[in-house]
């Protein structure tokens, strides 16, 4: 399984909402369904003569002795209720305050007159048996009800808001779990590192988890390169146009993009990166165009005909030779700009300034965006991640490409650990062959 559940819980956001929101509001209901509970406070005061302990010794005694099991039965026999011995110190408490001879005794009921009726009832037995067990002997103390308890004006509220609050984490739990257990449910590609094709396509290349040490940044480049290797061979000329896409949100796609177009532009390439994405453009989150300015307009600006000059206006520099087209402000038919001539008169615009365009199209599970982009490029590419695309999508995707017989070059598989495994050899110490700690 993926451990990376917020990634999880991202791509299945329409189960954990839907769990979350049903037990939240089951745990609601219960909990306005619960019998309202009412609290009411009595306050006894324990007296004492100079030979006796002090007072506040006293009411520590007096707040164990409140739980004796004859005093709690003779309560019992004055009650109009009838409660169990458990029932009853179930509903009471019995504080000391502290730095005082003050003892605070404290009832709950199903409604405000019963839980002043059980609580006086209790304070008033209590000292009362107190004072028939210590008689008038002058070195003992005594306990006296200070203050009855009053009618309670509102139930207690404690009780609920943790019932809520124990029920939302619940819930959550319940929605994080529920995720988690459908996505265990469905098979992964589990691409091996023998493998050499995914799903009858070919793997073009293994791009390992992107880091930023020096090493990690040699590999990528080297993986990129073999990626650019791969396309210019998988067709008698290499591709112009190339499309890149994924089954499902997360894989990876953008930063491919990013990576591959960059790669291009140092091997010496007039390389153009088109951010195709109307829908939830990501391609700016990619490490490589983070400092590129994304001000002004873009794609849908330019595809809808709003002023503006031209290319000129949406191409912004990155490299010397890599030049990127934000998608702009979002926009409302992104299906109808992307089969309008005004796209298809701007890719033969760029093929005339430009050796490669790359475009990052959205996920294929998405609409039907990335199909159309697709169709009309030389080559498109399926970037699928190690550890975490499912085969359905792979295959629900690829079979959406078939339908608009759209030139599938291949598989990259991002993220990959088979990718990792060379590691090793950027460790090495080049003098001596041994490596490097």
Request: net charge positive; hydrophobic share 45%.
């Given at each position: 399984?993926?451990?990376?559940?917020?990634?999880?819980?991202?791509?299945?956001?329409?189960?954990?909402?839907?769990?979350?929101?049903?037990?939240?509001?089951?745990?609601?209901?219960?909990?306005?369904?619960?019998?309202?509970?009412?609290?009411?406070?009595?306050?006894?005061?324990?007296?004492?003569?100079?030979?006796?302990?002090?007072?506040?010794?006293?009411?520590?005694?007096?707040?164990?002795?409140?739980?004796?099991?004859?005093?709690?039965?003779?309560?019992?026999?004055?009650?109009?209720?009838?409660?169990?011995?458990?029932?009853?110190?179930?509903?009471?408490?019995?504080?000391p305050v502290a730095r005082t001879q003050l003892l605070e005794l404290s009832g709950k009921g199903s409604s405000a007159k019963q839980a002043r009726t059980i609580t006086n009832t209790y304070a008033a037995v209590f000292a009362s048996r107190v004072r028939d067990q210590l008689g008038d002997e002058a070195t003992e103390g005594s306990l006296e009800l200070a203050e009855p308890a009053a009618l309670p004006t509102a139930p207690a509220r404690g009780g609920r808001l943790l019932y809520l609050a124990l029920g939302a984490a619940l819930g959550l739990l319940l929605a994080v779990g529920a995720a988690v257990l459908v996505e265990m449910q469905r098979p992964r590609l589990h691409v091996r590192r023998d493998d050499r094709h995914v799903c009858d396509l070919p793997i073009l290349a293994r791009i390992p988890k992107l880091g930023r040490s020096a090493d990690h940044s040699t590999m990528a480049e080297d993986a990129f390169t073999w990626l650019q290797t791969s396309i210019d061979h998988r067709t008698a000329e290499a591709?112009?146009?190339?499309?890149?896409?994924?089954?499902?949100?997360?894989?990876?796609?953008?930063?491919?993009?990013?990576?591959?177009?960059?790669?291009?532009?140092?091997?010496?390439?007039?390389?153009?990166?088109?951010?195709?994405?109307?829908?939830?453009?990501?391609?700016?989150?990619?490490?490589?165009?983070?400092?590129?300015?994304?001000?002004?307009?873009?794609?849908?600006?330019?595809?809808?005909?709003?002023?503006?000059?031209?290319?000129?206006?949406?191409?912004?520099?990155?490299?010397?030779?890599?030049?990127?087209?934000?998608?702009?402000?979002p926009a409302p038919g992104p299906a109808a700009l992307l089969t309008s001539p005004s796209f298809d008169a701007l890719l033969q615009t760029l093929r005339r300034t430009h050796d490669r365009i790359i475009i990052d199209t959205p996920p294929l599970t998405v609409g039907a965006d990335a199909s159309i982009i697709a169709a009309k490029a030389d080559g498109a590419l399926l970037v699928v991640d190690a550890s975490s695309t499912q085969r359905v999508d792979t295959e629900a995707g690829i079979e959406k490409l078939a339908a608009v017989r759209a030139t599938v070059l291949g598989v990259v598989v991002n993220r990959s650990a088979a990718a990792g495994a060379v590691s090793r050899y950027y460790h090495r110490d080049p003098a001596r062959g041994a490596s490097v700690s």
């Open positions: 399984m993926n451990p990376d559940v917020p990634s999880i819980v991202w791509r299945r956001r329409r189960l954990f909402l839907g769990v979350l929101v049903v037990s939240l509001a089951l745990v609601a209901t219960a909990t306005t369904l619960l019998p309202r509970t009412y609290r009411a406070t009595a306050t006894l005061v324990a007296t004492g003569s100079e030979e006796s302990a002090p007072s506040e010794q006293l009411v520590r005694t007096y707040s164990a002795l409140a739980r004796n099991p004859n005093i709690v039965d003779a309560v019992r026999r004055e009650l109009p209720i009838t409660l169990t011995r458990g029932d009853l110190l179930d509903r009471m408490t019995f504080a591709p112009r146009i190339l499309a890149v896409t994924s089954p499902a949100e997360g894989d990876g796609k953008s930063t491919v993009a990013a990576h591959l177009a960059l790669a291009l532009a140092r091997a010496d390439e007039r390389v153009i990166l088109i951010e195709g994405d109307l829908r939830r453009p990501r391609l700016h989150l990619a490490s490589t165009l983070k400092d590129v300015e994304r001000t002004g307009p873009g794609l849908s600006e330019h595809l809808s005909g709003r002023p503006g000059d031209g290319l000129l206006s949406v191409a912004h520099p990155m490299h010397s030779r890599l030049h990127v087209i934000w998608a702009g402000a």
